[in-house]
């Protein structure tokens, strides 16, 4: 037979690169990155030149599965999809009669296209409890930008001449949609800035590098802030017509000198002066702001807000080669779109049941918080949680804590995971669905895609009996007798393909859809749209004051650190931070696919030669990693840049180790109590660790 390509979107990771399929015979056998795509431009990585071994994997869930003997003990036997859908509908039905719909829960790992088919299921049933990892990662990038300006922060790299990188790295993390654009504005000669205790491949590029103590990362924005406001470089046409609290952010920022931020983050103040002078000076900066990176701290809400405020003050916000105001072209239908939000759709009594609403009023209108979910299940409080869907979601080694994750999981009366493949987090199913791959299924992309909508047509049909979750929801729904939801997938593509005036068949022909960026829209619309109504960046903002935040964004030490609990720190003498993206793998996926597995196989501790030294451990040595919550066993991995004092471990690992989720996955040594005050982030990225050898 003859090939056939198939143009798509590659989805192993969030950076969506264009990718062009070869089949033969109904059969995938090759993938090329697409040239001609506006932001990978022919870019793949080796996840993606892996996809067929993840397709035809002989571990690969192809049936639906229903547990046999106690919950925990991963014995499943396969039943046909007709049962299993059955057996999920009655449940569903049965924990709706007695408990009410709010006791049904559902849970989504990081973003792919089934949100708005979701929150519209959960809609129809009855239930506002949706949870995702958000508050660990765009929740707070998010948030602060919708809160000070009304708007995300998101660069543009390509028309920069200066990026200032800020607990960002696009080659591991995103490098089929920010490196192309990253090269562009290098070779146009701008400047580059990275802030991250690690030394990336971009921060050996970057004219400053400022190595920061993990978690410190506040009172670095807070004196950027003061040195520019000092030494007048602000942009004063737009700080007086465009902004709010200007003066009372001037004299909250006062205290922050170059020498006390030495002090509180180990870079050395003649370079943060030189870093905070370059990017006030050169036109146009823009900030690129990571979404774990600045997402995962007990304020990080503070820190995007603060990072915002330095966009507005250097006249950077909503101007080309700065942040500019990207609009989805599919607006409210986009991904996360208010027209699919499940607390928008249900009536408001109904809504406000959300579980966390009362803690986290802000985040939680958009996300579940996890954590307060799993605090709602262990406790019965405000009201029993007896059942949880999980799509493509391996909670028990994503969230932190993952000991109370399983007690929490434990606790439920019914389990539903759709996986493609065995996990810890299916062990504990009592139903296991199998979805289609991105290969096999249609869908629309358009979240993070700046002024673009992607198509991802399906190329193949699933391996035999794997289906599209949003086909499972659809069918669910029929089976349900759920009220006011789509007959098919494609009706529920055609929906959200309506804001560009086409249907999915029609923007299947064209591939993408784009509609050009406007500048400074708030000169032509009401000013910014923050909900404060003042119409311009609020730099002090009364609506957080009146919530009981705080009105300007503060600094605060780690929860724990050698500064805020030295008793803690003698004996735990090492700063943690974990979840650096290896480009070999998205999270805890990827681990039984052969190729990347040779490329990474086992968790790596980065950590100082002399420091291993103090230890008696040398590269290559396994030691055991300690904190207050828990321990691993991780592998030396010898880094002469890392700061002595600090190491960093990934996160994902377990697959392939008896015990593995125990045994090396990092979330076993991460709390979950503290939350920040706005997002519910936890400090997954700033702990105190000792190691000693095994
Ligand atoms: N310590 C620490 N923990 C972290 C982080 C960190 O930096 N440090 N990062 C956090 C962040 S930012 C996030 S977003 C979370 C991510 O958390 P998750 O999204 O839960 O992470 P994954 O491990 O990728 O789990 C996804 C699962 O879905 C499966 N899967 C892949 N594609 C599909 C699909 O199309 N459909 C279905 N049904 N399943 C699929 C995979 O096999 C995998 O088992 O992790 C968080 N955890
Ligand atoms: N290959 C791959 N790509 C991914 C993912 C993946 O699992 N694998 N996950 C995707 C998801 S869901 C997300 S949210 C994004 C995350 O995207 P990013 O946030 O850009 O990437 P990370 O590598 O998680 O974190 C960025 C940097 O933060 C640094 N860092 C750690 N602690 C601190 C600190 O206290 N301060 C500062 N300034 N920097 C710190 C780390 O050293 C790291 O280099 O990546 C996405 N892309
Ligand atoms: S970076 Fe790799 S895995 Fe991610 S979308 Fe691009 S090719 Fe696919
Ligand atoms: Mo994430």
Redesign the pocket.
């Known amino acids: 037979m003859a090939s056939e390509y198939v143009k798509t979107i590659c989805?192993e990771c969030h950076s969506r690169c264009g990718v062009i399929l070869e089949k033969v015979d109904e059969k995938l056998v090759g993938i090329k990155g697409d040239k001609d795509h506006p932001f990978s431009k022919g870019y793949l990585c080796p996840k993606g030149k892996a996809f067929t071994e993840i397709i035809y994997h002989p571990e690969r869930i192809t049936h639906p599965l229903l547990r046999k003997g106690e919950r925990g003990q991963g014995q499943f036997e396969p039943v046909s999809w007709d049962h299993a859908l059955d057996v999920i509908c009655e449940r569903l039905l049965d924990i709706r009669e007695k408990w009410g719909a709010e006791s049904f829960a559902v849970g989504t790992?990081?973003t792919?296209g089934v949100p708005p088919f979701l929150h519209r299921f959960m809609a129809a049933y009855g239930s506002p409890n949706y949870f995702s990892?958000a508050h660990?990662?765009g929740g707070p990038v998010s948030l602060g930008g919708i809160m000070s300006m009304g708007f995300i922060m998101s660069p543009d790299y390509g028309l920069s001449k200066c990026m200032l990188v800020w607990a960002h790295n696009p080659d591991g993390a995103w490098p089929g949609l920010y490196n192309a654009a990253i090269r562009k504005g290098l070779k146009n000669g701008a400047k580059l800035i990275v802030v991250d205790p690690r030394r990336t491949p971009l921060a050996r590029k970057a004219d400053h590098w400022l190595r920061i103590r993990p978690g410190t990362d506040i009172a670095l924005v807070l004196t950027f802030l003061n040195i520019i406001i000092q030494r007048k470089l602000y942009d004063e046409n737009f700080v007086e017509n465009w902004t709010v609290g200007f003066n009372r952010l001037r004299d909250h920022v006062s205290e922050y000198t170059p020498e006390r931020c030495e002090e509180i983050t180990w870079i050395p103040a003649r370079q943060i002066e030189e870093a905070a002078v370059m990017c006030a000076t050169i036109k146009p900066a823009c900030i690129g702001p990571g979404?774990?990176g600045a997402?995962?701290a007990t304020n990080a809400f503070d820190l995007n807000r603060a990072l915002v405020a330095l966009g507005a003050i250097t006249g950077n916000l909503e101007v080309p080669g700065g942040n500019p105001n990207y609009r989805s072209p599919t607006g409210r239908r986009s991904c996360y779109g208010t027209d699919f939000s499940v607390m928008r759709n249900l009536p408001p009594e109904q809504a406000e049941k959300r579980i966390g609403l009362d803690r986290f009023p802000i985040i939680t209108r958009a996300s579940g918080i996890p954590e307060q979910l799993w605090k709602a299940i262990l406790e019965e409080k405000p009201y029993p949680v007896k059942g949880l869907g999980l799509?493509?979601?391996?909670?028990m080694?994503?969230?932190?804590n993952s000991k109370n994750v399983k007690e929490a999981l434990s606790a439920l009366d019914f389990l539903l995971a759709?996986?493609?493949?065995h996990?810890p987090t299916t062990t504990l199913a009592d139903v296991i669905l199998p979805?289609a791959?991105?290969t096999e299924r249609d869908d629309v992309e358009d979240l993070m895609m700046m002024n673009y909508v992607f198509c991802q047509p399906k190329a193949v049909e699933p391996v035999p009996e794997c289906r599209d979750?949003k086909r499972i929801l659809v069918d669910l729904a029929k089976k349900m007798g759920l009220e006011g939801y789509w007959n098919s997938v494609e009706e529920g593509l055609d929906y959200r393909l309506e804001p560009i005036g086409m249907n999915f068949a029609e923007f299947k022909g064209k591939g993408s859809f784009s509609k050009p960026v406007v500048y400074k829209t708030y000169e032509k619309m009401k000013g910014f749209r923050t909900p404060s109504g003042s119409g311009k960046v609020d730099l002090y903002s009364e609506f957080l004051e009146k919530q009981g935040y705080s009105p300007l964004p503060s600094y605060t030490e780690p929860l724990q650190s050698p500064i805020s609990t030295p008793e803690l720190y003698r004996l735990y003498p090492l700063i943690l931070t974990?979840?650096g993206r290896n480009v070999v793998y998205?999270?805890?996926?990827h681990r039984n696919i052969p190729s990347l597995r040779k490329l990474s196989p086992d968790p790596q501790l980065d950590i100082h030669p002399e420091t291993a030294a103090e230890y008696d451990v040398t590269d290559g040595d396994w030691v055991r990693l300690e904190t207050t919550v828990g321990g691993v066993e991780i592998k030396i991995h010898f880094n002469d840049d890392i700061h002595p004092k600090v190491v960093h471990a990934p996160?994902?690992y377990w697959h392939g180790a008896a015990d593995g989720w125990q045994r090396l996955n990092?979330?076993q040594v991460?709390g979950n109590q503290a939350q920040c005050p706005v997002t519910a982030s936890v400090q997954?990225?700033s702990m105190l660790c000792r190691i000693e050898k095994i």
């Open positions: 989805f790992g990081t792919r990892p660990m990662s979404m774990a997402s995962q799509f493509a979601s391996n909670a080694c994503s969230y932190a759709i996986d493609y493949f996990t979805p791959h991105w979750e974990t979840g998205y999270h805890s996926a996160h994902g990092i979330n991460t997954t990225r």
